[in-house]
């Protein structure tokens, strides 16, 4: 069964970093896009970022570039999303999900608010 | 303003067939796959329908989806109260070279 268990939303300053991980189980991790997708309270769905099996491709919303960086470790099964000079819109429930076509399957959400 | 407009709500009855619509354009659903998500309330999303018409291992088959040109559509026949949630249609933008969404529907069961 394929589960996806992000951590490390919480409370940060405007301006402030933070790093989201996600660690996969139940499906061969290192064969597989992975994404990160947000939801921001009471809104809809926004692609994040994307990476490739290998961590050799990386694919990022015009919005966050230069400021978030997605990476992945295969050998710990574990997608990351470097989290850098954040803005209040990024307050956010942040998803990790694999793709196998664009979202197949997608863990249960952390909770990242940007707040003074 | 998201890039694919879907109708901001819908709803039926118990055992009604209902429609979601999902307009796009040439560098989205026009050229690209269509994916179908629903979303319950305070869950995540999960996927519906993938390449236009297809439906994921545990989908029941009340659910469809179809595609013609630069629109999309998400069919439910049988419509039941379980069914009640938020749905996104999605496709990969060849000019923004990023996945664009809907900007959701959510659907009542009267």
């Known amino acids: 069964e394929v589960q996806l268990v992000e951590s490390g939303g919480g409370l940060v300053q405007p301006g402030g970093s933070l790093r989201l991980s996600c660690a996969a189980s139940g499906f061969t991790f290192s064969r597989y896009w992975m994404s990160w997708v947000r939801q921001a309270p009471g809104k809809g769905l926004e692609w994040v970022a994307n990476?490739?099996?290998?961590?050799?491709?990386?694919y990022y919303v015009d919005s966050v570039k230069g400021r978030f960086t997605i990476s992945r470790d295969n050998a710990k099964n574990s997608l990351y999303l470097q989290m850098n000079s954040l803005r209040a819109e990024d307050t956010a429930v942040y998803y990790c999900?694999?793709?196998?076509?664009?979202?197949?399957?997608w863990g249960q959400g952390t909770l990242v608010t940007v707040s003074s | 303003q998201s890039v694919l407009t879907q109708p901001p709500s819908a709803s039926g009855t118990p055992g009604q067939r209902v429609t979601i619509s999902c307009s796009g354009s040439?560098?989205?659903?026009?050229?690209?796959?269509v994916y179908w998500y629903q979303q319950l309330p305070g869950t995540a999303p999960k996927l519906l329908i993938y390449r236009n018409n297809q439906r994921p291992s545990g989908v029941p088959d009340r659910f469809s989806g179809s595609k013609s040109g630069t629109s999309a559509s998400l069919a439910i026949s049988g419509l039941r109260s379980e069914d009640e949630a938020d749905y996104y249609c999605?496709?990969?933008?060849?000019?923004?070279?990023?996945?664009?969404f809907g900007g959701g529907t959510k659907l009542t069961v009267l």
């Open positions: 990476i490739k099996e290998d961590g050799s491709e990386k």
């Open positions: 999605a496709a990969w933008d060849d000019s923004l070279s990023a996945v664009v």
């Open positions: 040439s560098s989205n659903i026009g050229s690209q796959y």
């Open positions: 999900a694999l793709s196998i076509t664009i979202f197949d399957y």
